[in-house]
């Protein structure tokens, strides 16, 4: 069963959560990775760089990729140290 890219976003936000509740600060995902882990289908890779961009907070960096045009290459490092809501996000769904 194909995801969607809001569940990917709620896996990412998970993922940020357990750093966040450890004392860890930056976590950096790759689209590829997720997608290894996941086990979905090729035609996923649009729906987790979207899961991956809604996650992204100011402050957040791109490490690698176009996000203008992310494929698997997209890597986003995420910084769990403040996941506070007021933290806009860089982009919307």
Known sequence: MMKTA?????????????????????????AA????KEDPVLDEVDSVTKGMLWNMREGDTVLKGDVQHPDQSLTIRYYCDNL??????????
């Open 6 to 30: 809001e569940d990917y976003a709620a896996i990412i936000q998970w993922k940020k959560s357990e750093f966040h509740n450890n004392g860890w600060n930056a976590l950096d995902l790759k």
């Open 84 to 93: 506070d809501e007021t933290r806009k996000s860089v982009f919307n769904h």
């Open 33 to 36: 990775d997720i997608m290894k």
